[in-house]
């Protein structure tokens, strides 16, 4: 029934994915035997002893034996599943020690990961196949939840906590990872690319970040990155206000500043905005921009401040 796990489940993208589906159908399996067969025995009885004039009625009767079994049956049966569902938990459970280590860091309305050497990216994560890799979660607002439905990993991300979960990603491409857990008014937008790359690839990106910006333009690397990095959620491109500036038609303009400054939206300014948010805070919004000190490289920089700068 190969077909149906395919209709009804997303494609497996882990080492135990393929344990965890073999559960999940055993148990609709069982659940539509058993369905079927009670419903089933239900209708043959409403059948079999209906009222028709005449007949005598079915005398009642006590019978220990089939108590015992209908009892003892699915108690021995729910005994099972239970001991069967924490040994898959047990395995999945603890990182083994060579697992590659990545922090996540769970904000509205993005997601932050961090590599061991340092490296941070936001909004997507890539990975090499066929090695195990451990995320360490926490939340730096609110409840989150961090869900990758093609690794068959879900796990809470909790303010002042850390949540973990590992997985072998087995599947070479793009995956989608979300946040299962309704945390505000970004939380549909709170999504992350998760890349499965062979050993070399990942070793190249790694060491270059890449070469997707050479594809585009500045202003279409901008774009990417606007959407990408979530620029979106809080910086509208239609002059609608949201908790941070519109970008639409902003550049060159003299913005007025909490205490009475202003300042000219230029390139330093725009550069500072991103890596130092808090150092100039437009008048009328709070200062809740997060850093992206560390998770701009340069040609993302550049590319945002040439799509800021198209924005007329």
Known sequence: MEWLRSALLPPQGSAFAGEIDFVY?????????????????????????????GRPTPHQTHNTKLEIIWSVLPLLLCVGLFFWGIDGYMKFAVAPGDAMEVQVTA????WQFEYPDGTRTV???????????????????????FYVPDMRVKRDVI?????EIWFTPTALGEHVSTCAEYCGKGHSDMHAKVFVETKEKYEEWMATGGDEWMKHTPEE???????????????????????????KGIWGKMEKLQGGKTVLVD???????????????V??????????????????????????????
């Open 25 to 53: 159908m055993f148990i609709l399996w069982l659940s539509i035997v058993l369905f079927v067969g009670i419903v089933g025995a239900e209708l043959y009885f409403v059948w079999r002893y209906r009222y028709v004039p």
């Open 107 to 110: 904000k509205k309305w993005l």
């Open 123 to 145: 909004n997507e994560v890539h990975l090499p196949a066929d090695k195990p890799v451990h995320f360490v979660m926490t939340s730096e607002d609110v409840l989150h939840d």
């Open 159 to 163: 303010p002042n906590r850390y949540s």
């Open 221 to 247: 690397w901008g774009k990417i990155q606007y959407e990408q990095k979530g620029c979106a959620t809080c910086h509208s491109l239609d002059g609608a206000k949201s908790k941070g500036p519109s970008w």
């Open 267 to 281: 390139e330093a300014y725009v550069r500072e905005s991103m890596l130092q948010p808090q150092a100039k805070v």
């Open 283 to 312: 008048e009328g919004f709070e200062p809740v921009m997060p850093t992206f000190q560390g998770l701009l490289r340069e040609n993302e920089i550049r590319g945002l401040v040439a799509f800021i700068k198209s924005l007329k």
